[in-house]
């Protein structure tokens, strides 16, 4: 098993910055790809940024390309969404995921999940 727990979360005016921390612990070697997703009220959950921890590709979304970044830690035992120039519509909830293959930007193959963390643009 995969457990994984997210830190970081908190209220930021637009325009600000923010950084998520996702700490990943348990079998990590098996996990082959990472991912943050976010789900607003009403909304559906959606997937913001993926990274192949093998190899270090990174992919985003387009609402987010150029102002997320996502990365690992040195010992893949934490995943990093770093994000700038936030917007009231990045206002969210945001969860860590890990799969043990191949993913998209589909919930589906992600079998393990954080708990999430609240992310509020004003």
């Known amino acids: 098993d995969v457990q994984l727990v997210e830190s970081g979360g908190g209220s930021v005016q637009a325009g600000g910055s923010m950084r998520l921390d996702c700490a990943v612990s348990?079998?990590?070697?098996?996990?082959?790809?990472m991912a943050w997703f976010r789900q607003a009220p009403g909304k559906e959950r959606e997937g913001v940024a993926r990274?192949?921890?093998?190899?270090?590709?990174?992919y985003y979304a387009d609402s987010v390309k150029g102002r997320f970044t996502i990365s690992q830690g040195n010992s893949k035992n934490s995943l990093y969404l770093q994000m700038n120039s936030l917007k009231p519509e990045d206002t969210a909830m945001y969860y860590c995921?890990?799969?043990?293959?191949?993913?998209?930007?589909?919930?589906?193959?992600?079998?393990?999940w954080g708990q999430g963390t609240q992310v509020t643009v004003s």
């Open positions: 995921a890990a799969s043990r293959g191949v993913a998209s930007f589909s919930a589906m193959p992600y079998a393990y």
């Open positions: 348990g079998d990590t070697a098996s996990v082959y790809s």
């Open positions: 990274i192949n921890t093998r190899y270090g590709v990174t």
